[in-house]
């Protein structure tokens, strides 16, 4: 599965949990959505191009210490074959690095369905009257956006992250609701398997 990929959360940049660290924030905890466009990509014979999920969390402290409460919405385009597959894959029960999240989750709010935008060329996420992100590339030497490489993030498996701030990063279901404009920003284009493992 090749996907596209947007992370935001509640620390300033750039946050430190790649690194196994923790939360950066005044609590200490995290409000944590990842955005994911699927560029090609299939569930067995179930093809899954162009559709979209996203995945929330609000964790009390450091990202690898579990406590997770988490919900994950996908694209309300897809057939029901689809939709089923994807309520499989991101909420971990089909394996692959989502399993690890779901190993870390003490309480699922909710697996459902919505109508997801989502672009990283756009660089904005959007859910009428739940979700809004919009985000700019950090700017880095000479003009460049600046890269973590071989982290600890679970996503990009080692693969880069580009850094970014958001300029608008609202959530509002499953009973979270937060405003972390301003906040970090990561993102990228991966490759997983339904195998992988962190």
Same mark, same amino acid.
């Given at each position: 599965?090749?996907?596209?990929?947007?992370?935001?959360?509640?620390?300033?940049?750039?946050?430190?949990?790649?690194?196994?660290?923790?939360?950066?924030?005044?609590? #200490?905890?995290?409000?944590? !959505?990842?955005?994911?466009?699927?560029?090609?990509?299939?569930?067995?014979?179930?093809?899954?191009?162009?559709?979209? =999920?996203?995945?929330?969390?609000?964790?009390?402290?450091?990202? /690898?210490?579990?406590?997770?409460?988490?919900?994950?919405?996908?694209?309300?385009?897809?057939?029901?074959? @689809?939709?089923?597959? !994807?309520?499989?894959?991101?909420?971990?029960?089909? #394996? #692959?690095?989502?399993?690890?999240?779901?190993?870390?989750?003490?309480? $699922?709010?909710?697996?459902?369905? =919505?109508? +997801?935008?989502?672009?990283?060329?756009?660089?904005?996420?959007? +859910?009428?009257?739940?979700?809004?992100?919009?985000?700019?590339?950090?700017?880095?030497?000479?003009?460049? +956006?600046?890269?973590?490489?071989?982290? /600890? @993030?679970? +996503?990009?498996?080692?693969?880069?992250?580009?850094?970014?701030?958001?300029?608008?990063?609202?959530?509002?279901?499953?009973?979270?609701? $937060?405003?972390?404009?301003?906040?970090?920003?990561? $993102? #990228?284009?991966?490759?997983?398997?339904?195998?992988?493992?962190?």
């Amino acid at each position: 599965m090749n996907f596209d990929y947007i992370e935001t959360c509640n620390c300033p940049p750039n946050c430190p949990c790649p690194f196994t660290g923790s939360p950066s924030t005044d609590y #200490g905890g995290c409000h944590l !959505m990842m955005a994911f466009h699927i560029v090609r990509g299939n569930f067995g014979s179930t093809p899954l191009n162009g559709l979209n =999920a996203i995945l929330v969390a609000e964790v009390p402290g450091n990202m /690898r210490a579990g406590d997770y409460r988490t919900g994950v919405l996908v694209d309300d385009r897809g057939d029901d074959e @689809q939709q089923t597959a !994807m309520k499989a894959i991101f909420s971990g029960k089909a #394996g #692959g690095v989502f399993e690890g999240i779901d190993a870390l989750t003490i309480d $699922w709010l909710g697996v459902d369905t =919505a109508p +997801i935008k989502f672009s990283t060329r756009t660089r904005k996420a959007s +859910i009428p009257g739940v979700l809004e992100v919009d985000y700019t590339p950090i700017n880095g030497f000479g003009g460049a +956006i600046p890269e973590l490489k071989n982290t /600890r @993030q679970r +996503i990009a498996l080692g693969g880069k992250l580009k850094c970014a701030q958001s300029n608008v990063c609202r959530f509002n279901n499953f009973g979270l609701q $937060w405003d972390n404009s301003g906040g970090n920003v990561f $993102w #990228g284009r991966y490759t997983h398997t339904h195998e992988s493992r962190n």
